[in-house]
């Protein structure tokens, strides 16, 4: 049912690619977001109750992420009719993209086999990743629980943030 994949990078090790559209007639990609940090999450789902909560809670966020230097970008396999609802029912100001082939999904290892009542199916895991401005990975939350979960990503970014402004 499903593929093996290689296992994702280290923190340190360079991120896959990408270049997707995304809501509000936007397209995110990773050459455009090179020279800034970003954060790059993946929901199973659009307006459903633990993503909606988690894209809530990345909008709450947004402005001192923001001051931190840090961009935004939720990621699923919904259409973009779909994204397009669920960035206008929800406010979404941050960039949701749709990986509609799936190759996106596959490449950071988030396309995985679930269970549900018994039954297993295919789907996205619910996951994180904290980008630097050089398209390498700072940190990947996988599995992720929602509640108190932006909160451990702006941690970490504080951490970057702070590693930041002691270099050089």
Not at 32 to 60: D, I, M, Q, W
Not at 155 to 160: C, E, G, Y
Request: hydrophobic share 40%; charged share 20%; with cysteine.
């Amino acid at each position: 049912m499903s593929k093996v994949l290689p296992p994702f990078p280290e923190p340190g090790s360079a991120v896959p690619d990408f270049d997707m559209p995304a809501s509000h007639g936007r397209t995110v990609s990773l050459t455009a977001l090179r020279g800034h940090p970003f954060v790059l999450y993946f929901y199973p789902k659009a307006n459903t109750s633990g993503c909606t909560r988690e894209a809530c809670e990345f909008e709450a966020a947004l402005t001192d992420l923001q001051k931190d230097g840090v961009s935004v970008i939720g990621v699923s396999r919904d259409g973009m009719p779909a994204i397009e609802k669920f960035a206008a029912d929800h406010a979404l100001t941050f960039p949701l993209a749709s990986d509609g082939d799936g190759s996106v999904t596959e490449a950071y290892g988030v396309w995985v086999e679930k269970s549900m009542y018994g039954r297993k199916y295919m789907g996205i895991e619910r996951a994180t990743f904290l980008i630097d401005a050089n398209g390498h990975l700072v940190e990947a939350w996988r599995k992720v629980k929602v509640p108190n979960h932006v909160a451990a990503v702006r941690k970490a970014i504080a951490t970057l943030t702070l590693q930041a402004g002691t270099a050089g």
